[in-house]
């Protein structure tokens, strides 16, 4: 009897040690081996509860939008797995994207987030989808199922995630460089034009802008990407449309280190003016709007650069990692359908995530979102979107970024914009 009873133990406390380590797995299962350095990931957002029993898909989201929590994006987060989770059981969602952690426009990075150890979906710029491809880190055509056309996404949109012949991704957003003219109750003087040209990225864009504003995006040659740039018509419009940012003193605050990587700065000007037009993506505008409820946006237009009227839009997009692609198709498809849905996309816009009333302003790449009564009813949406469909054209999506440092520097010294010390 004794022997009997003490077996019966010790087969218990076997059966409650194997079910221990089963719900006990080891970080390294639930996380991507490759991105666990410094603390990166948290277990914020992990369960770990049945975690051998469920699909573990690990996402990273674009992560340069309006934080208008100041919570790194935390809320936001938070949210997208609750709302996924919610209607996909089977799948534990493990969602990162902090604008102070990750950087998507790295090549290093990227071959890390699409590594055989990094995320299954990765939300990208698609001005760097070509590089991706050459390095074999994308899946081609990763979700049929969701219907590519002008029905269904922005036209322009659709055209930001092929690449010779074929889709490799899943629009999500849409952004470019609006002239909004603002006007403030509170405002003391009325100013020209707010905004930056300077930045490694901010001059070779309105550069790559300007040209397409003239020309079209389907007559681009090597003279556009060339250093210095041959096209001395597109720096002249950029000079005369940033000329109308001189000051009474003579300053230049969009062409000196003032506006620089300064969005602050710039929605202070904005707000403090009676009238101003504001050159930024549509967020920026947004967040000015956020701050002041009393500032208005009168009318969105293409920037003045003198040409057919063109606006260069830039996209981003869901891509699948072609490493984990055939373990986790089932699962990356179902995010994929949900992240990029005209209704998940507007509680994005209209954030679904905050504890308090508040518009992201950021332009989702589905037809569905502007079909939304609500959109419909808010006046900057349906001037953007007006703006979009008339003037919208997808840029280049391979062989630019790369280049913007030794483009940044010839087109600041043929314009004779001041050093930026």
């Known amino acids: 009897m004794l022997v009997s009873v003490v077996l019966l133990l010790l087969a218990s406390a076997t059966a409650i040690s194997a079910q221990s380590q089963k719900h006990s797995a080891p970080i390294s299962d639930v996380y991507p081996q490759g991105l666990m350095n410094n603390g990166e990931y948290s277990d914020e957002f992990s369960d770990y509860e049945n975690a051998e029993e469920k699909t573990e898909l690990h996402v990273l989201i674009y992560p340069y939008i309006p934080d208008l929590k100041n919570d790194g994006l935390k809320s936001l987060r938070k949210y997208i797995k609750k709302e996924f989770e919610a209607g996909h059981p089977g799948i534990t969602l493990h969602v990162v994207g902090d ?8 090549t290093d990075n ?8 990094g995320y299954d ?8 989808l070509g590089e991706m491809v ?13 219907p590519l056309d002008d029905s269904s996404f922005l036209r322009f949109a659709v055209d930001a995630v092929r690449y010779k012949g074929h889709v490799y991704g899943i629009p ?10 603002m006007t403030s109750k509170n405002g003391k003087d009325a100013v020209n034009l707010i905004g930056s040209f300077r930045g490694s990225w901010t001059l070779p864009g309105l550069y790559l802008s300007a040209y397409i504003n003239k020309y079209g995006a389907s007559s681009m040659d090597d003279g556009v990407l060339s250093n210095p740039p041959e096209h001395s018509d597109v720096l002249n419009s950029i000079r005369q449309f940033s000329d109308t940012c001189v000051r009474k003193d003579g300053s230049n605050p969009c062409t000196d280190k003032t506006y620089k990587d300064n969005t602050s700065a710039q929605i202070k000007d904005v707000i403090k003016s009676k009238s101003s037009n504001f050159l930024a993506y549509a967020e920026v505008i947004g967040q000015a709007l956020f701050t002041d409820p009393n500032l208005k946006v009168t009318s969105v237009k293409v920037p003045p650069f003198g040409g057919a009227g063109h606006l260069q839009m830039y996209t981003d997009a869901l891509v699948a990692n072609r490493n ?6 089932n699962a990356i498809q179902k995010f994929m359908a949900f992240y990029t849905s005209g209704d998940f996309r507007y509680k994005y816009a209209f954030c679904g995530d905050m504890d308090f009333k508040c518009i992201r302003y950021v332009l989702p790449a589905c037809s569905a979102f502007y079909k939304n009564t609500l959109v419909q009813r808010n006046s900057f949406y349906t001037q953007l979107y007006d703006v979009m469909m008339t003037s919208g054209t997808a840029g ?13 520097g010839s087109i600041s010294t043929q314009l004779k914009y001041p050093p930026l010390i």
């Open 99 to 106: 604008p102070s952690v990750h950087d998507p426009y790295s």
């Open 110 to 117: 990227l071959k890390k987030y699409l590594g055989t150890n």
């Open 121 to 128: 979906v990765v939300e990208v710029d698609t001005i760097l």
């Open 134 to 146: 050459k390095l074999n880190l994308v899946e081609p055509h990763p979700h049929p199922g969701i």
């Open 172 to 181: 999500t957003l849409v952004c470019a460089n609006f002239l909004a003219a």
């Open 324 to 329: 984990t692609y055939k373990a986790k198709k």
């Open 396 to 408: 280049p999506n391979h062989e630019i970024y790369y280049k913007k440092d030794c483009l940044d």
